[in-house]
């Protein structure tokens, strides 16, 4: 008898979790969306990481996710790496036109932009895509910025923005109800 089979499945769950990302529609149909699996290794790495980019922004939230992160079963990063704009000088990014969008220079942080705004909803869609897909599949996950933040600061992945998405298979998810290291005021 084996007992706890599933736990065993998070791994093939995870690669069908980020082909729902890839299938994900895409804006004028370009595909710029870059997905990983973390090893057990990197799923280490990066929660390290996160704790680092906490003390250097002063962001405590990012403890309470790298926790998240250590106890997941597997995390997925989902990013972009853009390759152009749309071309439909909408102003969503903040500029009148693509061109002058292009033109001013991209600022970088935990993330590279200004990008254009097409291309983030192609991310976002991917994201919600493959969250979605976790969701069908009973496995509890959490969109987590902080992962994708500190995937992209320290060039864990080869992204301009990135979201993390942690994966676990557990009685009660481990995801919500988290405790915040902040303090409440009374």
Do not use: W
């Not at 004028?28 to 057990?40: H, V």
């Not at 250097?56 to 152009?84: E, M, P, Q, T």
């Amino acid at each position: 008898m084996k007992e706890n089979p599933e736990l065993e499945s998070v791994e093939l769950l995870a690669k069908i979790i980020l082909t729902a990302a890839r299938t994900a529609p895409k804006g004028k149909g370009i595909d710029d969306i870059i997905t990983c699996l973390l090893s057990q290794e990197e799923k280490t790495e990066l929660a390290d990481k996160m704790e680092e980019l906490s003390e250097i922004k002063g962001l405590k939230f990012l403890h309470r996710d790298a926790r998240n992160v250590r106890d997941a079963d597997a995390i997925a990063l989902i990013g972009l790496k853009a390759s152009g704009v749309s071309n439909l000088d909408c102003g969503a990014c903040g500029f009148r036109t693509c061109k002058e969008m292009l033109e001013h220079g991209k600022v970088q942080k935990e993330f590279l932009g200004p990008q254009c705004m097409i291309k983030y909803l192609d991310l976002g869609i991917a994201v919600g895509s493959a969250a979605a897909k976790a969701k069908d599949l009973c496995i509890d996950n959490r969109i987590l910025y902080s992962a994708g933040a500190a995937a992209c600061y320290f060039k864990m992945i080869e992204a301009d923005v990135a979201m993390g998405l942690p994966l676990s298979v557990t009685g009660k998810n481990i995801f919500f109800d988290r405790k915040s290291t902040r303090k409440i005021q009374e």
